[in-house]
């Protein structure tokens, strides 16, 4: 953000309440794959979310100055802020990988193997190799899935989408919205993006969602209200909340489609108390490195299910312990890790 803009704390409030819902989704999904059964089994679209606050962002971040700063100095600037992060979710991966208590996978993997999968992790390539992951797009650290679209975003963004016109933008978020409807009516959800079998769905995604931020933005729909954090964390919840319904593939792609939207224009004009703007910006950065950090430990989780088939009173307990030890693992590694990295690199740059 420019140093003299105003910034939406609220936002950024959003973004960690989001990245909290989905470390929960991931540990219960492993728990209840069949998400009707799942209290939190539309967590995953916390990810439309990000990617439309991300078009909302950088279109108020740098629309106004990315002529001015250089296309190579834009790319530096994204690189320094997120990669960071896939670099250190990756190590982690690798190490929950070698060293899981309760499983012996890493004996089905040369070492070759294991190397071309992390060095592809830490590029953002995905290698959709590991069968007993699901074919996941990044195996050592499966929501990289959405930081290789959020960089092709960033690409298109840098050479294309911040020099068009509001008129041309409306047309392609469109058909985006056209194209995002055909691929939940035929998948019967957007939960896809981040496997091979479903490689595609994922830049469908992208494509609407990054672009109804720009538009958002660049149309000034800010929409006053006083709702303030608490309004809007319970509207954000009860998306990701949400039962599985009859026509699942219709209500997630009206949330997606006009819901998260609306949530960004009345995050952007709803107003704050000192004490929930603090808090908002702490959660707002603890977001990503909650969010990238927090996978090496789900495969652990889903190993413990499996050798020990314990109830659901226990379960419910590592859910909760682990989920806060989550939380203060992502503190440790953003103040100690992503922080001084960042700053080193920003330094150098």
Known sequence: MIKNKPHFEILDGLRGVAALCVVIFHFTECVYPDYSKNFIGHGFLAVDFFFCLSGFVIAYAYDDRIKQMGTLAFFKTRLIRLHPLVVIGTLLGVIGFLWSPWTSVASNYTWVNIVLLAIGSMLVIPLPLMEDRYFNLFG?????????????????????????????????????????????????????????????????????????????????????????????????????????????????????????????????????????????????????????????????????????????????????????????FAIVIMQFVDKPIRKYLTAKK
């Open 140 to 328: 050592f650290n499966a929501p990289a899935w959405s930081l290789f679209w959020e960089y092709v975003a960033n690409i298109l963004y840098a050479f294309f989408l911040h020099k068009i016109s509001r008129h041309l933008l409306s047309i392609l978020v469109i058909l985006a919205a056209i194209t995002l409807g055909i691929v939940s009516y035929r998948a019967g959800n957007l939960m896809g993006g981040w496997s091979k079998n479903n490689f595609w769905d994922g830049g469908v995604r992208l494509a609407y969602s990054f672009l109804a931020g720009l538009l958002v933005n660049r149309s000034k729909w800010i929409i006053q209200n006083k709702l303030g954090f608490i309004g809007l964390t319970l509207m954000i919840l009860a998306a990701l909340m949400m039962p599985v319904f009859a026509n699942n593939w219709l209500i997630e792609f009206l949330i997606v489609g006009f819901y998260f939207p609306l949530l960004i224009a009345l995050g952007a004009g709803t107003k704050l108390s000192a004490f929930t703007q603090k808090f908002c910006q702490f959660a707002g950065e603890l977001s990503y490195p909650l969010y990238m950090t927090h996978y090496a430990f789900i495969w652990v989780f889903a190993s413990y299910l499996a050798h020990f088939k314990p109830d659901i009173n226990q379960i419910t307990w590592v859910i909760v312990l682990g989920t806060c030890g989550l939380v203060l």
